[in-house]
């Protein structure tokens, strides 16, 4: 993992009863640049969820809430995919080794990381590089507007060389 995708997966979020279980559809998590992948989410309550995907240079994608799946609520025990199906957006493996996965879920639906929007015709929200002052923000929003429980959770995308 870089300096700059430890910004994000060691954000200081709180502890909580809310417990996050994410996964990728392929078991050992290593893909092809360009490959096709689905990330899995279920939350053991009812949530607000956003996913965050931070490449090895830094730059931070949100990828849930997006354009096809707007809406950031998830049932507990229900199971979330990223895209939601073959029609939706398509979710691809970058060209470079390793990618984060980071999952955040509250209780309450008030930090903007559950609420930005894509703009133009962009699939997903891009954040721009990931910095110490972005980790910051996502933590202070979640303590701040993300209800009496937090929580995030970390997953290692390895990406094998053609």
């Known amino acids: ?3 700059a995708q430890k910004f994000i997966a060691e954000m200081q979020i709180g502890p909580s009863g809310l417990v996050i279980a994410g996964g990728v559809d392929r078991a050992n998590r290593t893909y092809r ?15 607000y ?9 830094g730059e931070t994608t949100l990828l849930f809430p997006n354009r096809l799946q707007p809406k950031a609520a998830v049932v507990a025990n229900t199971s ?23 999952i955040v879920a509250a209780t309450a639906g008030g930090s903007w990381l559950f609420t930005k929007a894509p703009s133009g015709d962009a699939a997903f929200v891009e954040l721009g590089a ?14 701040s507007h993300g209800g009496s429980e937090t929580a995030a959770a970390s997953q290692i995308v390895l990406i094998r060389p053609n």
């Not at 199906?85 to 996965?101: N, Q, R, V």
């Not at 990931?130 to 303590?143: F, G």
Request: hydrophobic fraction near 40%; proline fraction near 8%; aromatic fraction near 0%.
């Open 1 to 3: 993992m870089t300096a």
């Open 80 to 102: 979330l995919q990223i895209p939601a199906s073959d029609t939706a957006a398509p979710l691809t493996a970058g060209k470079t080794s390793p990618e984060l996965i980071e």
């Open 130 to 143: 990931t910095t110490r002052a972005l980790a910051k923000e996502i933590a202070t929003s979640l303590r």
């Open 49 to 57: 969820v956003a996913v965050l995907r931070v490449r090895r240079s």
């Open 33 to 47: 640049p360009g490959e096709p992948m689905t990330v899995s989410v279920r939350v053991n309550k009812d949530a």
